[in-house]
């Protein structure tokens, strides 16, 4: 088990190198500036998009009673309280269901996301995930 140490650096070498071209156009003022909205817009929105929206957002289902299509919706979580403690893999359900140690917890269910997915959601993590997303929470299915 790789102290917290060590994967807080790995993941910041990791997110180094993911930045450095959505910085190309930069000019050197801003080149190495990490910006927590644009990490979440361009990194993360579209990995929850593509694979987790289909049982997790309003517009579909809301599985497990966990929505991932509004901030408010990981932060309230699931079934099972937050699905995301900023800066804690261990104590986010989200990224313990997506490493699918558990295969009854796996996520998604069918199919194991490629490691650079996996890798990038922990970064988020590791980051305090930073979400901008305001608008239009998505409201519980009802009651548990
Ligand atoms: C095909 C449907 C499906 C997809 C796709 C899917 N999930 Fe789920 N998810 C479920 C179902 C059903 C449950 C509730 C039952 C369970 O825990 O197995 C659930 C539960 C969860 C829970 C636990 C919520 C709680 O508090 O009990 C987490 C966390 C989660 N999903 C994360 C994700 C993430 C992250 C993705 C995308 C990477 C994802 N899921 C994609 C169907 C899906």
């Given at each position: 088990?790789?102290?917290?140490?060590?994967?807080?650096?790995?993941?910041?070498?990791?997110?180094?190198?993911?930045?450095?071209?959505?910085?190309?156009?930069?000019?050197?003022?801003?080149?190495?500036?990490?910006?927590?909205?644009?990490?979440?817009?361009?990194?993360?929105?579209?990995?929850?998009q593509?694979?987790?929206?289909?049982?997790?957002?309003?517009?579909?289902?809301?599985?497990?009673?966990?929505?991932?299509?509004?901030?408010?919706?990981?932060?309230?979580?699931?079934?099972?309280?937050?699905?995301v403690?900023?800066?804690?893999?261990?104590?986010?359900p989200?990224?313990?269901?997506?490493?699918?140690?558990?295969?009854?917890?796996?996520?998604?269910?069918?199919?194991?996301?490629?490691?650079?997915?996996?890798?990038?959601?922990?970064?988020?993590?590791?980051?305090?995930?930073?979400?901008?997303?305001?608008?239009?929470?998505?409201?519980?299915?009802?009651?548990?």
């Open positions: 088990m790789p102290g917290v140490f060590l994967d807080m650096k790995a993941h910041a070498l990791l997110l180094m190198a993911l930045l450095a071209p959505m910085n190309a156009g930069a000019d050197e003022a801003t080149n190495s500036y990490y910006e927590p909205a644009a990490f979440f817009r361009i990194q993360i929105l579209p990995i929850l593509k694979r987790c929206f289909e049982c997790h957002s309003k517009e579909h289902e809301i599985e497990g009673g966990l929505a991932l299509d509004s901030k408010t919706g990981w932060m309230t979580g699931g079934d099972h309280g937050p699905a403690t900023p800066n804690n893999l261990k104590k986010s989200l990224i313990q269901a997506i490493r699918h140690h558990n295969s009854d917890s796996a996520m998604p269910p069918e199919e194991k996301l490629p490691p650079i997915e996996i890798a990038l959601l922990e970064t988020w993590v590791l980051l305090g995930a930073p979400d901008p997303r305001t608008d239009n929470p998505a409201s519980k299915t009802g009651p548990k």
